[in-house]
């Protein structure tokens, strides 16, 4: 069946290092793959996407880095900020029939 | 404003009854979506609909029902055959097409059954 997992639970960073996160997918019957960030008690904000034939896309102080070879997908944060602090969602759109899929959800703590 | 809501925030249900969700969104947007999430877990897709009159199950579908008689109003039915009905629901909706990746996510409805 299809599955859009994360390696990490729980990633602790200080003020201004570089974040990581981490998704591994299963289906590849998706033309993009997406990240959204949840605050705590609300639903989910888009954060960034990338499409199935790229492989990497920059926001702003994000990247998105996808690897079709073995089906992994990043977010990285640059210069990360306490207001950063929220949990971590990575999500694929399917392109037949547009049904969005969510992984588990990867906590992101920000140390002062 | 132009946004999604859901409608109570929080809900409080007997074991036994049914219990529907409000969710409307004044974003002209043809697609809506229904998540259950969990404490500590990801979104789980409960039912989705990508045009008025039409909708599909997504991956835990059994013990709810969706209508969708109007393009702003997918309400979701928690009904008595729901074993396990207490949850954080969301609703979202986005614009229908492969490229339109970003879904609008409503703020939220606690459910609990006491």
């Known amino acids: 069946g299809e599955s859009v997992g994360l390696h990490l639970p729980t990633l602790s960073v200080q003020e201004g290092d570089n974040s990581i996160i981490n998704c591994a997918y299963s289906n590849s019957a998706s033309d993009y793959f997406i990240w959204y960030k949840q605050e705590s008690g609300k639903g989910p904000q888009f954060i960034i996407d990338?499409?199935?034939?790229?492989d990497k896309r920059q926001g702003q102080r994000v990247t998105v880095l996808l690897n079709k070879t073995v089906k992994h997908l990043s977010l990285q944060i640059a210069a990360t900020q306490p207001g950063d602090s929220a949990v971590y969602f990575c999500?694929?759109?399917?392109?037949?029939?547009?049904?969005?899929?969510f992984g588990q959800g990867t906590e992101l703590s920000v140390k002062p | 404003d132009g946004g999604i809501t859901q409608s109570p925030k929080y809900l409080f249900r007997k074991e036994g009854q049914n219990v529907t969700l409000s969710c409307e969104q004044n974003?002209?947007?043809?697609?809506m979506y229904w998540y259950r999430q969990d404490p500590g877990q990801g979104l789980r897709l409960i039912y989705y609909?990508?045009?008025?009159?039409?909708?599909q199950k997504g991956d835990i579908a059994e013990g709810y029902s969706v209508s969708r008689e109007k393009k702003e109003s997918f309400p979701l039915t928690v009904t008595s055959a729901q074993k396990n009905p207490t949850a954080f629901y969301l609703c979202a909706s986005s614009t229908q097409g492969p490229q339109d990746t970003e879904a609008f996510f409503g703020q939220g409805t606690r459910l609990t059954v006491v």
């Open positions: 990338i499409r199935s034939n790229m």
């Open positions: 974003l002209n947007h043809d697609a």
């Open positions: 609909s990508q045009i008025v009159n039409d909708f």
């Open positions: 999500a694929e759109k399917w392109n037949q029939g547009g049904k969005l899929i």
